[in-house]
C-alpha cells in the first residue's frame, strides 16, 4: 500500500558503472562495463551514469568511456549520462553520444580543490561553456553539488554556501541538480535541512538526492527526503563505488536496498528489482568480493535455496 504523504513514484538514476567503478583500483575491462550497463538497462532505469569524461591521469578506472558508449545496446526509454568538468569532457560525451552531461562541482572550496584543481567560482566560470554547448546541442544538463552535507577536508559545510552553488548552476541552466552526501554523512533532519534549502532555490522535483552510505545513513537520508517530497535518488549497483578524492568514502547507496525500501513503500520505480540483483552479482562476481548490498545478497541467497 503507497502512504499518501510520500511521492507516488520516484526516479533512480543508476550511477553504479560510473561512482561505482570509478573507485576501483585494477581496471575493469571495457566489456564488463559494457556488459554490466546492458544489464542495467534491461533492468528498465530511465537514467544510467555510464561514463565519465574526465582527465585519465586523475581517474584511470575512466579512461575507457568513449569505448564503453561506444559498445553499450541503447535501451529506448533509458537516459545514458556522462561527466565533463570541461569543454574537453564535453567535445568527447558529445561525440561518444551521451544525452545528458553532468557538470560536478562543489559546495565546499577546499573539496572542489581536490577534486577539479580550481576553486568554485572558477569552476562555475569553466561550466558556462559546457552548459551552453549542452543546449545548442539539445542535450540535458544536469549540476552535482558535491559536498553539500559535509566535507573531507574542510568538515562543516553551511547551508548559504550550498544554496549559493544551487543558486549558480540554476542560472546555468541546469536541469536538475544533484544533492550528494560525497562522504555519508548527514543523518536524516540535517538532511531535510540541506534539501529544503535547495529547493527554496530550485525545483523540488528536479533535485535528487546523492547519498553514500560510508555511515551506515543512506536509506534514512533517503527516506527523510521522501517525506519532504524528494522523488529522484542515486544509487549503485551492489553499493559500488567512492570518489577517488574523498578518503575513506566508501560507495553509493546500494541500489538494491533503494528497491527494495520504494517497493515495500508501493512506490513506483519502473526498475525490476530482479534483474538489479543478477547484475550485481555479476559485477561483484568479476570484482572477486561479495557486493555490498544487503537486500541484493539476501534476494541472491534466496535465488539458491
Ligand atoms: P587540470 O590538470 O587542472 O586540467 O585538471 P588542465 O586543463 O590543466 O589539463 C591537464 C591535462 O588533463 C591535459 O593533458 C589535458 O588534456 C587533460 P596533458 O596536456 O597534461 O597531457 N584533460 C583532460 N583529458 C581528458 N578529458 C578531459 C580533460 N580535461 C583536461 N575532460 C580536471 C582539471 C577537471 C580535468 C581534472 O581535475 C579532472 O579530471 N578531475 C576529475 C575528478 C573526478 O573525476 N572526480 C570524480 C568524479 S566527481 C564525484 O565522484 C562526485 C559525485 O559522485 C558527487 C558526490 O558524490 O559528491 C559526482
Ligand atoms: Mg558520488
Known sequence: MSDATLPRKVKIVEVGPRDGLQNEKESV????KIELVNRLSQAGFQNIEAASFVS????????????????????PGTLYSALTPNMQGFEAALA?????????????EAFSQKNINCSIAESIARFESVAKAAKEHGLRLRGSISCAFGCPYQGEVPLDAVADVVG?????GCD???I?????????????????????????????GHFHDTYGQALANIYASLEIGVSIFHSSVSGLGGCPYAKGATGNVATEDVLYLMNGLGIETGVDLDLVVDAGQFISQHLGRKGASRAGN???AKKLT
Open 29 to 32: 575491462p571495457a566489456a564488463v
Open 56 to 75: 585519465p591521469k586523475w581517474v584511470p578506472q575512466m579512461a575507457t568511456s568513449a569505448e564503453v558508449m561506444a559498445g553499450i545496446t541503447r535501451r
Open 96 to 108: 561518444a553520444g551521451a544525452q545528458e552531461v553532468v557538470i560536478f562541482g562543489s559546495a565546499s
Open 168 to 172: 549558480r548552476m540554476r542560472d546555468l
Open 176 to 178: 536538475e541538480l544533484d
Open 180 to 208: 550528494a552526501d560525497t562522504i555519508g554523512v548527514s543523518t536524516a533532519r540535517k538532511t531535510q535541512a540541506v534539501m529544503l534549502r535547495a529547493a527554496g532555490a530550485f525545483h523540488l522535483d528536479r533535485i535528487s
Open 298 to 300: 539476501a534476494l541472491a
